[in-house]
């Protein structure tokens, strides 16, 4: 086994012993997977960061990667410590009237309503190779809507690296030709 393959098998032994299943939160019927006992592990945390930015490097483990997006919130928690792993910039895609300056916006359906995610028009550069990151892979709104943002600014997205993803959900088409990996699916 590489010293790749053993970082992230560490990582994914880490998830599985330590991801917290609430039931019924934020509503009834939801089983909410609480991922702060993974923060709050040291070890942990770095193996997972470690092998979710491996998405953002290639064959020889050579950042290929001129930022790393994040999607609000627990995108935010794991981006910004990726970003630093790889070398790169952090750029945060927010809700609706978070950033302070000139944004491009991307409304998108939830299951009950929709929403609006934003990045700042100067964030990327036309050209940037991007690689983007959240903490569970759902219905794949979320990185559906982060990708045309990218493509607003003239940028592409590299790859999607996810802590987890909810199989059963089916979000894993809205990474259309991004290579997409994730350390988890349930």
């Known amino acids: 086994m590489s010293a ?14 330590l991801i917290r299943d609430v039931p019924d939160f934020p509503e009834p019927g939801v089983l909410f997977k609480d991922i702060t006992p993974v ?14 930015a491996e998405a953002g490097r290639d064959a020889d483990g050579v950042t290929v990667v001129d930022r ?4 609000e919130a627990r995108g935010f928690l794991l981006g910004a410590p990726i970003a630093l792993a790889l070398g790169v910039g952090f750029v945060p895609i927010r809700k609706a009237g978070k950033l302070p300056a000139e944004t491009y916006g991307v409304t998108y359906d939830l299951e ?12 990327l ?3 940037d190779r991007v690689l983007l990151v959240d ?3 759902a219905t794949g709104g979320t990185i559906a809507a982060t990708t045309e943002l ?7 997205v590299h790859a999607v690296s996810v802590l987890m993803e909810l199989a059963f959900l089916e979000g ?12 988890l699916t349930v």
Request: glycine fraction near 8%; aromatic fraction near 2%; proline fraction near 3%.
């Open 125 to 127: 550069r036309p050209g």
């Open 150 to 156: 990218v493509h607003r600014a003239g940028a592409e």
């Open 4 to 17: 790749k393959e053993a970082a992230a098998a560490r990582a994914r032994g880490a998830l599985e012993r």
């Open 112 to 123: 009950y309503g929709t929403a609006t995610l934003e990045m700042h028009t100067d964030a």
């Open 135 to 137: 903490d569970v892979l």
């Open 172 to 183: 894993r088409a809205a990474a259309g030709d991004a290579p997409l990996s994730t350390l």
């Open 39 to 52: 923060l709050a592990d040291c070890e942990a945390f770095h193996d997972v960061v470690e092998a979710m």
């Open 68 to 71: 790393v997006l994040g999607m």
